[in-house]
């Protein structure tokens, strides 16, 4: 009587490893999701913008507050 293993290994030829294909691989939609979401948050990206063309007019300083702001709202969608 073949053991689990053996029975296990035998069965391998039902899967249909001999694709070459990627389509298996996971993909992130944390992007696309952060990209749709966007739009919601026009108050938020405004005021970082905002921020960063004063950081670029001073020479210094920066806007992680605004940045994260934006990020939390598009987040939170």
């Not at 691989?25 to 004063?54: F, Q």
């Amino acid at each position: 009587m073949p053991s689990f293993f053996q029975n296990l290994l035998g069965n391998r030829a039902l899967c249909d490893d001999d694709d070459d294909d990627d389509d298996d691989e996971p993909v992130d939609v944390l992007p696309k999701l952060r990209k749709d979401c966007e739009s919601s948050c026009t108050k938020e990206s405004e005021a970082y913008e905002k921020c960063k063309e004063r950081i670029e007019k001073k020479g210094h300083g920066d806007c992680e507050a605004w940045y994260f702001d934006k990020l939390k709202c598009i987040d939170k969608c």
